[in-house]
């Protein structure tokens, strides 16, 4: 079966699948795709627009008008149309409306296909929550990233926290999360959930040094078996 040069990282958010799919790609020379960024980047765009979050709101003119720009750099992770956003997308609530405008099936759609089209040229690292199972079913290496959810409420409450936010409680962010993994995971349009052939790893008890050793020698073991070439970035 060939295979798709791509490492597909699943995994609910908080799983700290961002952060260690940043950092796998960075330190092998791979390029680093962040989906969820996709997502949110469009529904802040529709939100400006006041459009409604469905799929009457959100047509296939108004996809069809938005050129996204993906990985200029770290500051300009994703622009649409000449708009840079990569600040923007991490406020606290894009988080929700990004949630609902997923479950669209013509956004699913629209961003598969230039997720798709991001892998012709590079290996990517890409990470969201189907990316082994609906966007690469045959990504040479699949993992699927989790942790507990009083850990990933408490580790999202620490990026809020360090970009300013400071009302929340982590109460507040324990309900969120667990009301976001139940939409993400329980809609009928490409839901959250492990790929039967991808790696399931708990990231509860283990530090982030050792989570990316471990990716590290996964992706290298994988691309051995497989025989797949690392096309690097730089
Ligand atoms: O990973 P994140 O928190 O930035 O993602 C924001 C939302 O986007 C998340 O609630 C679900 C959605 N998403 C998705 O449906 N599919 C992806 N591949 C990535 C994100």
């Known amino acids: 079966m060939t295979c798709e040069a791509v490492v597909a990282i699943d995994g609910p958010s908080g799983s700290g699948k961002s952060s260690m799919a940043k950092n796998l790609a960075e330190e092998m020379g791979l390029l680093y795709v962040d989906t969820g960024s996709m997502f949110r980047a469009l529904a802040l765009v ?3 627009k006041g459009l409604p979050l469905t799929s009457e709101g959100i047509t296939s003119d108004f996809l069809n008008s938005l050129e996204i720009e ?3 750099s770290e500051n300009e992770l994703i622009k649409v149309n000449g708009e840079n956003l990569t600040n923007s997308i991490r406020d606290h609530q894009v988080s929700g409306l990004a949630s609902q405008i997923s479950q669209i099936s013509n956004v699913r759609d629209f961003l598969r296909g230039f997720q798709r089209n991001l892998v012709k040229m590079k290996t990517c690292v890409m990470e969201g929550r189907d990316i082994g199972t609906v966007v690469f079913p045959k990504a040479f290496c699949k993992i699927y990233l989790t942790a507990s959810d009083e850990t990933r409420a408490l580790r999202r409450l620490k990026q809020l926290q360090e970009k300013g936010e400071t009302t929340l409680e982590l ?3 324990l309900r969120d999360v667990r009301k976001r993994d139940e939409d993400d995971s329980k809609r009928s349009l490409a839901p959250l ?7 399931f790893i708990d990231t509860t008890l283990m530090s982030t040094e050792d989570v990316l050793e471990k990716l590290k020698n996964i992706v290298l073991e994988k691309a051995k078996i497989r025989g797949v070439e690392l096309k690097k970035v730089h």
Do not use: N, T
């Open 46 to 48: 529709a939100k400006k």
């Open 70 to 72: 993906y990985g200029i």
């Open 171 to 173: 109460s507040d962010v």
């Open 193 to 199: 959930k492990q790929a039967e052939d991808a790696l």
